[in-house]
């Protein structure tokens, strides 16, 4: 490295000698940073909560060192330094993925990546027994009612189910309902108090008195010839 003074010489058979010079100026190696892109997610890339640990992936070139994406470090300006694959936190994060040579130059890439809340969904309910529209006598007395729920977070939360009647209002299974048509409403809770329900109409049909039989006796009808 520097400023040279080149001679170039030479010598005829009498001796003689021509010559030239020439400055050549040889500046040091600069070293060039390294080239980082973020290969994936895209920038503006949405995720659920419920999506969990997020894979980042990035490639690293460099002109003197080659590929060092081994070295590639990951950070967010919300969750702070993290390694792929990573579960962020609720937000917007601006991600930076950085890479140094040995040169000790650094190359980045940026990207914005948002996660948004779980959303909470509604259990589902339904009514499994009696089936809608059912008639039963009051004298069938108490009725089963069977229903079955579940829900995305909480699982089988059927033990949780509440029964309904807009005639005899709350109660449980089974019962006896009273007389008429009434609408069953079976509805329960998830732990996000979310709620599902279903409903059936069920028909309560009076007593029904039946006149007795009289059946007469052999004795008595023989009786009643010989009188």
Not at 66 to 79: C, K, P, T, V, Y
Request: hydrophobic share 35%; aromatic share 6%.
């Amino acid at each position: 490295v520097g400023t040279h003074t080149i001679t170039a010489s030479v010598t005829d058979s009498g001796g003689l000698t021509g010559t030239d010079t020439i400055s050549v100026t040889i500046t040091p190696h600069v070293n060039v940073a390294p080239t980082l892109t973020i290969t994936s997610p895209s920038s503006g890339a949405t995720f659920s909560e419920d999506d969990g640990a997020i894979s980042f992936t990035a490639t690293a070139t460099d002109p003197e060192d080659g590929d060092i994406s081994a070295g590639i470090q990951w950070n967010s300006d919300l969750d702070g330094a993290f390694t792929s694959p990573f579960a962020l936190s609720v937000g917007t994060h601006t991600i930076t993925a950085s890479v140094t040579d040995s040169g000790g130059l650094t190359g980045t890439d940026t990207i914005s990546v948002t996660i948004t809340p779980h959303v909470n969904v509604a259990p589902t309910l339904t009514i499994t027994s009696p089936s809608s529209g059912a008639t039963f006598s009051e004298d069938d007395g108490a009725i089963s009612f069977i229903a079955a729920a579940t829900d995305p977070e909480d699982g089988d939360i059927s033990a949780g189910i509440q029964w309904n009647s807009d005639l005899d209002g709350a109660f449980t299974s089974p019962f006896a309902l009273s007389v008429g048509t009434h609408t069953i409403t079976a509805s329960v809770t998830d732990s996000g108090g979310l709620t599902g329900s279903d409903s059936i109409t069920v028909t309560i049909t009076p007593h029904i008195n039946v006149d007795p039989i009289l059946i007469f006796s052999d004795d008595f009808e023989s009786g009643y010839r010989n009188w």
